[in-house]
């Protein structure tokens, strides 16, 4: 993967050293595309991370979802299988999956059916974030008023 310098930008940007560190973190990320994976976005806040985990229990696959962070995590009991196989062509190796989330997302569903795990994530921001109307009235503003009510009542 190419390397970005941007240096430049966290100069002239602040607040912006989260998204910096993921995007330098996810470029040092090694090639490891284990489990396969889609990500798609079913509707305006609404999104769906959908793994490939063939041959995965559901008691064998953890979903662990911290702000800004959901970690799934896959161990497979060596001990369990006893079969001596001719060719094993199905991947069943423990792995580690880390995607990061924007503000105000969060995990609404999860299920595991016919060897993919689906996630299910909502983005819902806060009403005291969302932008609201402001109604404009007429008339003097309020100080205005109380400042001169004030005023005549000292003067009497």
């Keep these: 993967m190419r390397q970005f310098d941007l240096t430049?930008?966290?100069?002239?940007?602040?607040?912006?050293?989260r998204l910096f560190d993921m995007l330098e973190a996810s470029a040092r990320q090694s090639g490891d595309n284990y489990p396969p994976?889609?990500?798609?976005?079913t509707a305006e806040d609404h999104y769906r991370i959908t793994l490939a985990v063939a041959g995965f229990r559901r008691d064998e696959v953890e979903i662990v979802?911290?702000?800004?962070?959901?970690?799934?995590?896959?161990?497979?009991?060596?001990?369990?299988?006893q079969s001596a196989f001719l060719h094993l062509g199905i991947a069943t190796r423990s792995f580690?999956?880390?995607?990061?989330?924007?503000?105000?997302?969060?995990?609404?569903?999860?299920?595991?059916n016919d060897g993919l795990?689906?996630?299910?994530?909502?983005?819902?921001?806060?009403?005291?974030?969302?932008?609201?109307?402001?109604?404009?009235?007429?008339?003097?503003?309020?100080?205005?008023?109380?400042?001169?009510?004030a005023d005549e009542t000292k003067a009497a």
């Design 8 to 17: 430049p930008y966290r100069r002239s940007t602040i607040g912006f050293d």
């Design 37 to 41: 994976f889609n990500l798609e976005r």
């Design 65 to 81: 979802a911290q702000q800004n962070l959901l970690t799934v995590k896959g161990k497979k009991d060596k001990d369990g299988d």
């Design 96 to 112: 580690e999956r880390r995607f990061e989330l924007a503000d105000f997302i969060r995990v609404d569903d999860a299920r595991l």
């Design 117 to 149: 795990l689906t996630i299910d994530l909502i983005r819902e921001v806060p009403e005291a974030m969302k932008p609201k109307s402001i109604a404009i009235k007429t008339g003097a503003p309020l100080a205005a008023i109380e400042t001169d009510t």
